[in-house]
């Protein structure tokens, strides 16, 4: 079965920078899409960036441009997000999740999540 667990959430400033780590335990995810959402409170879980499973093609929500950046190495099964000039808009539980499909983006195109970790930006 697979379980995701997302660590590196924490409480900054605005302006620095986190590094989320995503790991894959019990299979590989190799050859899966994979994706970062976040959930902000009295907010739903909107898409933050995708990677596909070669990590030759990464996409991202326009507000997620520029700063964030996703990678991925399929030998470690782990996904990472890089966020760095980090705003207070930011502030939300961010969770990792698998896709099922070519350049997923909707909630119902991904079919395992991980718990999530807290990220909080304070001004």
């Known amino acids: 079965q697979v379980q995701l667990v997302e660590s590196g959430g924490g409480l900054v400033q605005a302006g620095e920078s986190l590094r989320l780590s995503c790991t894959s335990s019990?299979?590989?995810?190799?050859?899966?899409?994979m994706g970062w959402f976040r959930q902000a409170p009295g907010k739903e879980r909107e898409f933050v960036a995708g990677?596909?499973?070669?990590?030759?093609?990464?996409y991202y929500t326009d507000s997620a441009k520029g700063r964030f950046t996703i990678s991925r190495d399929n030998a470690k099964n782990t996904v990472s997000l890089q966020m760095n000039s980090l705003k207070p808009e930011d502030t939300a539980v961010y969770y990792c999740?698998?896709?099922?499909?070519?350049?997923?983006?909707?909630?119902?195109?991904?079919?395992?999540w991980g718990q999530g970790t807290q990220v909080t930006v304070s001004s």
């Open positions: 999740a698998r896709g099922i499909g070519v350049y997923a983006r909707t909630l119902s195109e991904f079919d395992y």
């Open positions: 019990g299979r590989t995810f190799r050859s899966y899409t």
């Open positions: 990677i596909s499973w070669s990590g030759g093609a990464t």
